[in-house]
Nanobody, 121 residues
């Protein structure tokens, strides 16, 4: 199983970016899909998550500005980031909890490589 993220880049403060992450490989089901971010010198933190049923949750710092969604048919999760701020600058990582056969109950954690988002002031 692999997670391939795309969509990072350089944007001015107040601008928007859309990240995408697609899971591929031997997938039976995908449960939670999430985005995390890690700024230089800081720990990796949850940005947003979406369950297979569509329930979402967000870090307080991005509520009202970011929106997470997923396309189950495409095994893809998106992160629409609006009103970006310099403090949003970080490497963004895609995460998914995936089962690879019907016998698995809990699933396994998978991470993408990460995509850099830089917001200039």
């Amino acid at each position: 199983v692999q997670l391939q993220a795309s969509g990072g880049g350089l944007v001015q403060a107040g601008g928007s970016l859309r990240l995408s992450c697609t899971a591929s490989g031997n997938i039976f089901s995908i449960r939670t899909m999430s985005w995390y971010r890690q700024a230089p010198g800081k720990q990796r933190d949850l940005v947003a998550a979406v369950t297979s049923g569509g329930s979402t949750n967000y870090a307080d710092s991005v509520k009202g500005r970011f929106a997470i969604s997923r396309d189950n048919a495409k095994n893809t999760v998106y992160l629409q980031m609006n009103s970006l701020k310099p403090e949003d600058t970080a490497v963004y990582y895609c995460y998914a909890l995936i089962t690879t056969d019907s016998a698995q109950y809990f699933g396994k954690n998978y991470w993408g490589i990460g995509t850099l988002v830089t917001v200039s002031s």
